[in-house]
């Protein structure tokens, strides 16, 4: 089990790492938004679009379901 400190590093790892490459993380925080920094850090992606979302809403089940159906 991790402690307070160590999930408290990995938060900020992870906050860091995302104002790099996400470009609408760092506006945000550089503007001050009271919950950006926690939505950058938990929700990295904005919308939820066929492109951003979750694969399974928009295809239905993945490859290795379909696999698992078909298989005898």
């Known amino acids: 089990m991790t402690t307070r400190a ?3 590093a990995q938060r900020k790892t992870i906050r860091l790492r995302r104002l790099h490459r996400i470009p609408w993380a760092r506006e945000a925080i550089e503007r001050g938004d009271g919950r950006r920094p926690g939505a950058v850090i938990d929700t990295p992606v904005l919308c939820s679009c066929w ?18 159906a078909a298989a005898p």
């Open 51 to 68: 492109m951003c979302g979750n694969r399974r809403q928009h295809d239905g089940r993945s490859i290795q379901e379909r696999r698992q």
């Open 6 to 8: 160590e999930r408290r």
